[in-house]
């Protein structure tokens, strides 16, 4: 039973190198937008809020400040039920031109996220959706850069970079280089045409795809999914015109949950969506990388409790681990202009083994709570 523990540990440690140095090669295959065109197209940016009254003004403020032709701009904010003084905020800027939206729904919903931007998109003008978060922060030339990449590579749907940033903690620090290494993920899935994730932060659509895909049909009964779930119906009919914009001014910054239960609830949001793919591939994906971690902890508690000729395959496929999520991973930090962060790599990649044999369990059972609801 031991030794075959240690050939599946071996066999799937090797596994993770050749996943990991191949979704490696697709952040490279990633081109950098050389130069920004004046863009044409006209822009929606949708934001579903619920009580983010001490970060929407901000938000606000960076969207209404890009360089990007104002006649071409349309900001919705919808409030989703919340019960502080989010829509009193948004109501200040109407006279340049924000709209509000407030739900008020009578019945209990599970998927309020993807009716609040569906209801945006209902009455929107923009040929472009773009949907970002109420506590996100933008450099002034994201929307250009973004629209303009979109336009260039002639994309029906577009993913483009978040970024955690202003940290107040250590544990937020170790978010940031977590949360680098997903998004890393989502871009070079795009970089090797085999879409995996997004992030709808800071995510780009055409409204005719989006109305030709039927929206949000079939994935409407899970509370997440407006991002990935969607990503995955376009990749199913138009894997080629789905692009990721590599550049820094692309970039949309946000904040990392600031305690242990904020981030585990997050997590388990995000991994409530794995069992609804409908690509086997990525199902296959998820589940090695997770049973890889898993053998890990398995094999390392067996060490741990005096099980010989464990712990020196423990240490081998720790060590392979550890390499390859260097190489993956340093670009990403260079990218970002967060190399410091590398620093805290030995011990985020020990943590994964034990965050994910965890989350994949805990993502896929029961509800979870969002913004104060309990959701599944």
Request: a positive charge; one cysteine or more.
């Amino acid at each position: 039973m031991i030794q075959i523990l240690n050939y599946l540990l071996i066999i799937f440690a090797c596994v993770y190198v050749i996943l990991v140095l191949w979704m490696r090669r697709g952040w490279f295959l990633l081109s950098e937008p050389n130069n920004t065109v004046r863009p044409t197209m006209t822009v929606s940016v949708i934001i579903a809020a619920r009580n983010e009254e001490l970060n929407i003004r901000r938000t606000i403020e960076s969207i209404l400040g890009q360089n990007y032709p104002r006649e071409l701009l349309e900001l919705i904010i919808i409030d989703d039920h919340s019960d502080d003084s989010t829509s009193l905020i948004v109501k200040e800027y109407e006279e340049k031109g924000v709209k509000l939206i407030q739900l008020n729904e009578n019945g209990r919903l599970n998927s309020y996220k993807k009716l609040a931007i569906s209801r945006a998109i209902d009455c929107c003008h923009g040929e472009i959706i773009i949907t970002t978060d109420a506590d996100c922060r933008m450099g002034s030339n994201w929307l250009t850069t973004v629209i303009s990449t979109f336009e260039k590579e002639g994309a029906y749907l577009q993913s483009s970079p978040v970024v955690y940033s202003e940290e107040k903690s250590f544990f937020e620090r170790l978010q940031t280089l977590e949360f680098l290494y997903l998004i890393g993920l989502g871009a070079a899935g795009i970089g090797n045409k085999k879409p995996t994730t997004c992030n709808g932060a800071n995510l780009a659509y055409r409204k005719d795809i989006f109305k030709q895909m039927g929206g949000f049909k079939g994935i409407d009964e899970l509370a997440s999914g407006d991002d990935e779930l969607f990503l995955h119906k376009v990749a199913e009919q138009y894997p080629d015109r789905i692009t990721f914009c590599k550049s820094q001014d692309a970039v949309v910054y946000t904040d990392a949950k600031p305690d242990l239960k904020s981030f585990i609830s997050q997590r388990r949001r995000w991994a409530s969506k794995s069992t609804k793919y409908k690509n086997k591939g990525v199902i296959a994906l998820g589940i090695s990388i997770w049973f890889f971690n898993l053998l890990i902890l398995v094999a390392a508690v067996l060490a741990l409790c005096g099980v010989k000729f464990v712990a020196w395959v423990v240490l081998f496929a720790l060590l392979l681990k550890m390499t390859v999520e260097f190489l993956f991973i340093q670009p990403l930090t260079r990218f970002a202009s967060r190399n410091e962060l590398l620093w805290y790599l030995p011990l985020l990649s020990l943590a994964h083994i034990l965050y994910l044999a965890y989350i994949g369990i805990l993502g896929n059972v029961g509800k979870y709570d969002w913004k104060g609801r309990q959701v599944k």
